[in-house]
């Protein structure tokens, strides 16, 4: 890059720490004129410095791209692949903790699709279809938000943090218990039989609930010695508190908890690996059949007369995870009796376990009241729809509170 080539792009750079769009815009007409080799390098080296200190800050791929998603545009998130694929490759795949090759496969940034950094930009420009200053602009209007990116509280290992990421022993049957639960769940999500959904998913619940309980045979038996974990889970708008309501029930069922975090669109889970993995399992399935009654139940209302309402949907799906949360702890509370025994005091201990790991790491939360929920159309249809979701027991109102 020529002295004068440096200086442009470094002014260009400079407008990431400017207040206003005029600042952006000048930016971007700066990088724009650049030798377009070098400007394509300086955003790939800028963006992989960017991205290093988000994960040194606490965040994963699936966090920033949660985020990118809801504030910018698609192509802001594919930029955002590109540059996680050219700082993740510094790194073996052994360093790489499973859920980040997780995430970073479904956001496609497993591997540099370019030939060489210097023919990035003219490769990005013919996979965009976009002129240099749309390139320059969307570049900078991500490196923007990563870089105003703050710190927040880390549920894993960044890349490299060791040598070696460390995993831990499953049992055998994992991964065929893990299937057996996603296809109970699959079908569950597929059918149009309310009974049918409501056994499949109470099916899966108490294989969750087994699998947990063999979790803590073989912790008490000294074949696992792991402790409590995190994870994140996504908690998108619109109806955000209901959701983070039904993950906060789902999680609670699943010997785990749940810490909201509104500003961000995400829920931390913390629990024991197993349980994490439930949980987000059966938080994902229930929330798919919770749409679709939805949706069939505004189609009652609409033939009916009615016109469809925020209010019908956010009573709906409030009352749905109030519910659900009552089912779901039956149907792992009748586990228990019937299998747990003297496993008692292991269990309870390791609820203690991620209970202190929850105040650890979140010493300071709060409850948030549920506001919004006056639909009673609303309320009892998702009640009769978390009914058909889960399985049959006692129905005793919860609380309409989350932490937060």
Known sequence: MTEEAFVGADQAFSAL????????DLGASLLAAAPWPDAGREVLRRGEEFVRRAWDRGWQPADVA?????DLDDVHVRLLGDLIAAELRRHPEEQLPPRWRAQVGELGADAVWWKRDEAYGDALARREKADRFSLATAALELLRLLIRLPSIE??????????RVRQAQASPDEPRMLT????????AEATDYPEEAEALTGKAQELMA????????????????TGPGACRIGVDAPYETAKAILLDAVATANRCRAVWNSAFGFSTVVGFEADLDAVEL?????????????????AAQRAGGRKRTK?????????????LGTRLAEATEHVVEETAGALLPVLAARDVAVTDRAEQMFPRTTSTRVRGVNDLAGWEHGTAA???????GRQTPQRGRIRS
């Open 154 to 163: 880390p549920v894993g290992p960044a890349p490299g943090a060791g040598a």
């Open 311 to 323: 209010s019908f949907r956010q009573s709906f799906l409030t009352a749905y995870a109030s519910r």
């Open 180 to 187: 057996r639960i996603r296809a109970l769940l699959a079908k």
């Open 386 to 392: 978390a009914d058909r979701a889960s399985v049959p």
């Open 17 to 24: 720490y400017g207040t206003g769009d005029d600042d952006l």
């Open 66 to 70: 949660r985020l990118v998603r809801r």
């Open 210 to 225: 087994r699998h947990s309980i063999d979790e803590a045979v073989l912790a008490a038996q000294g074949a696992t010695a």
């Open 282 to 298: 059966l938080y994902t399935s229930l929330l798919v059949q919770g749409t679709a009654a939805m949706t069939r139940a505004e």
